[in-house]
């Protein structure tokens, strides 16, 4: 069966501080990949996408994640986290041309600290 | 503006009952799909929806119900058959190769 596993379920920074969260999936196919964000109190929000193409894709607020196809990784990075980036995150994986079968890690809370 | 949205925000139903929680969408997308939201396990898909009148059975399905009468309502029942309901519940919409577009959510406790 199709799993995303995240392998850090409370992470705790300083601000500037760097991040990296993993992100791996089991799925012989090929795979579209996500990352949504859930700040405190807000809906589920998309962080960034891949589909194909270059492996190293950025998103909004100074997120990257990079796909690994060897590792079956997909692990979200940002250099300098500031507190606004409190939030939960998720990394989710479909079958390429299949929306209908979102498959969700467990999710990474992320306090930031000033 | 458009989006999803969900209604009530929060919900509280007694052992036995049925309730039935609200998705509405005004972004014309063909797709919609209830998740499921508890802590430390992520979303897990209860039922989704490609088109009207039709929906399939997600990973989760058991002790719920849907229908799709209209295009921009995918409105989730959660019956008595539903053993430990409390959880937040997410609804999505998606339409062709774009990613799923989620409302607010509705938190549904047990009293």
């Known amino acids: 069966a199709q799993s995303v596993s995240q392998h850090n379920h409370h992470v705790i920074l300083s601000e500037a501080a760097s991040l990296e969260l993993g992100c791996n999936y089991s799925?012989?196919?090929?795979?579209?990949l996500f990352w949504y964000v859930q700040y405190p109190g807000q809906h589920l929000q998309l962080l960034l996408k891949y589909f194909s193409g270059d492996p190293l894709v950025k998103g909004i607020k100074g997120f990257e994640a990079e796909f690994i196809k060897s590792k079956f990784s997909f692990n979200l990075r940002k250099p300098s986290v500031q507190w606004s980036d409190t939030a939960e995150y998720f990394c989710a994986v479909t079958p390429s041309g299949g929306y209908n079968k979102l498959i969700f890690g467990a999710g990474t809370r992320l306090a930031v600290h000033p | 503006d458009g989006g999803i949205t969900q209604s009530p925000k929060y919900l509280f139903r007694k052992e036995g009952q049925n309730v039935t929680l609200s998705c509405e969408q005004n972004?014309?997308?063909?797709?919609m799909y209830w998740y499921r939201q508890d802590p430390g396990q992520g979303l897990r898909l209860i039922y989704y929806?490609?088109?009207?009148?039709?929906?399939q059975k997600g990973d989760i399905a058991e002790g719920y119900s849907v229908s799709r009468e209209k295009k921009e309502s995918f409105p989730l029942t959660v019956t008595s058959a539903q053993k430990n309901p409390t959880a937040f519940y997410l609804c999505?919409?998606?339409?062709?190769?774009?990613?799923?577009?989620f409302g607010d959510g509705t938190r549904l406790s047990i009293l």
């Open positions: 999505a919409s998606s339409i062709g190769g774009e990613p799923q577009h």
């Open positions: 972004l014309n997308h063909d797709a």
């Open positions: 929806s490609q088109i009207v009148n039709d929906f």
């Open positions: 799925y012989g196919g090929t795979v579209n």
